[in-house]
C-alpha cells in the first residue's frame, strides 16, 4: 500500500485532489469527512469541545458555524480546538489504515493540518501540500459555504501560511488557474507518484 497525504488551507483545491486520485484508483480516506463523523459521533469529543468553548451544540451536536465563530481570530482558543480534534481525528485515520495496510490498493489521506502536526504524515510515503492564491481561496469557500467574504477571510487567516507548507510537505502543486487546468497537472502529477 502506498500512502499519499494531501494537505493545505481550505479552498485550495484539496477536494479535486483527491477526486483524481480517485479515478485514479486510490483508496480516499478523508480526514474532513472524518472530523464531520466525529463530530455527530463522538460523545467523548463533543464533551471535550463543550468543556473548552462552551455552548458550541445545537440540537445535541456540535454546531460548526457556533464552534468557528468562537475560535476564528483567537490563536490560543484555534490551537486548542486543533488539539482536541486532532488527538481523535489521528487515531481514527490511524485505525483506518492499519485495517488496509495489507491492501494492494492504495490510500490517500487529506486533512489540512492534522495530517502533519498530528502525526499522520509519518504514515505517508509522500505529503503532497495544495496551495492557491488567497483571494481565489475566499471566492471558493464563500460560493461552496454560502459565507460572507469576512468570515472566509477569518477562516483563511487563521490557518497555516502558505509558507509553511512549502516548508512541511515534500512536494506542492499550486492551484492558480482554472479547475480544468489544476485538474490537468494532478493527473500528470498523481499519475507519475502512483506508477512508481
Known amino acids: 500500500m502506498k500512502v499519499i497525504g494531501i494537505t493545505g488551507g481550505t479552498g485550495a483545491g484539496k477536494t479535486t485532489a483527491l477526486e483524481v486520485l480517485a479515478g485514479l484508483g486510490a ?6 469527512a472524518v472530523y464531520h ?7 467523548p469529543m463533543r464533551e471535550e469541545l463543550t468543556a473548552a468553548f462552551g455552548d458550541v451544540l445545537t440540537d445535541g451536536k456540535t454546531d460548526r458555524k457556533k ?4 475560535v476564528f481570530g483567537d490563536p490560543e482558543k484555534l490551537e486548542r480546538l486543533n488539539q482536541i480534534t486532532h488527538k481523535y481525528i489521528t487515531a481514527a485515520v490511524r485505525a483506518e489504515l492499519k485495517k488496509e495496510a495489507t491492501s494492494d490498493d492504495y490510500a490517500a489521506a487529506i486533512d489540512a493540518i492534522a495530517l502533519i502536526e498530528s502525526g499522520i504524515g509519518d504514515m505517508c510515503d509522500i505529503v503532497v501540500g495544495i496551495t492557491a492564491p488567497e483571494e481565489l481561496r475566499v471566492k471558493r469557500i464563500m460560493v461552496r459555504e454560502g459565507i460572507s467574504e469576512e468570515y472566509a477571510l477569518l477562516r483563511i487567516r487563521a490557518q497555516k501560511s502558505e509558507e509553511w507548507f512549502r516548508e512541511n510537505c515534500d512536494h506542492i502543486l499550486e492551484n492558480a488557474g482554472s479547475e480544468e487546468q489544476f485538474k490537468e497537472l494532478c493527473i500528470e502529477y498523481f499519475s507519475k507518484i502512483l506508477d512508481e
Not at 464552534?67 to 468562537?70: A, E, H, I, M, T
Open 27 to 32: 483508496r480516499i480516506i478523508d480526514c474532513d
Open 37 to 43: 463523523g466525529l463530530l455527530e459521533e463522538s460523545v
Open 67 to 70: 464552534l468557528g465563530r468562537v
